[in-house]
């Protein structure tokens, strides 16, 4: 069996994301408790500018896939690059982060090689060959074990869910041999294509990768209330997000959403204000390392899977916590 470890890179405007150094950096665990290698198939526009940092991050070989003529992001073609990679490497064991995207291009290429795929996982590892997984499933309640079937010539895909594998800190000094590597997609095989890309505001923390989130519920009474949730994460340095409803009643867009149907979150700290704790809900941000709930109702179900919980009137609480943290942090310059 090959000793390879692939991981899937996808690179936007030449640099790769958080959740690809955790994969990257959890490859690279695996490797060196096997005795293998690290190479990363690095996809996209500009993907030659990632090289420097999958290498510092513990890469041994990246593989340069630049498809021409796709745009920023297209499923088709970016699954065209796996598959190429996995033809050139022969790895036993292809991981990507779970992200919208990352999750996507697994599936598919997995589909196309006739391979297993573990989703979402939580933990890795490698046993007499194998691997094997745990994940989270029945939206949370249960952690599964499984075996992401490969073969001879067939890899074990797996996606691994963001903010729960550590993330290596870069080598200086540590550098990766890569190279170009085209990959032909036939005309007319994409057969979706991006239209347009909203940006969020400037200096906006993403979801998936903050360290801090403070999210609102229906509690926050409407959306002219958000700025109060907007003030807080800012002081620690944290993202906003919201609830399902909150986002289907129109107050904030869906990038906000954290569950179910939104975005799987673990940050280190998950503060829910005006939140009931419905399962859906849950399901999004329950792994997070501290949750702290601010509910006018003491029986709200928010409140069993919280570390701390303040039962009183968000409107009071908020800008009371606010200003302290600020007065707390600033000395430190947090």
Known sequence: MSN????VALAREGSVGKPTLETLGEARRLADATGGRVVAAAIGGGAASAVETLGRHGADEVLVFEPAGVGPYNLEAFSACVVKAVAEVAPAYVLAPATCHGKEVAAHAAAALHAGLASDVVELCVSDGALTAVRPTYSGKVRATVAAC?????PAFATLRPNVFSLAGPVDGRTAASRAVDVEVPAG????????TKRTQAGAVDLGEARVIVSGGRGMKGPENFHLLESLAGVLGGAVG???M????????HDMQVGQTGKIVNPELYIAVGISGAIQHLVGMQTSRTIVAINSNAEAP???VADYGIVGDAFEVLPALTEELRQVLAPVGV
């Not at 390879?4 to 991981?7: A, D, H, K, M, S």
């Not at 490969?150 to 067939?154: F, L």
């Not at 095989?189 to 347009?196: D, G």
């Not at 909150?246 to 867009?253: A, I, P, Q, T």
Request: net charge positive; with cysteine; glycine share 12%.
């Open 150 to 154: 490969g073969g001879a010539s067939v």
């Open 4 to 7: 390879v470890i692939l991981t």
């Open 242 to 244: 919201a609830t399902r």
């Open 189 to 196: 095989a994409c057969r979706v294509r991006l239209v347009e």
């Open 246 to 253: 909150v986002v289907d009643l129109g107050w904030v867009g």
């Open 302 to 304: 928010i409140f069993k």
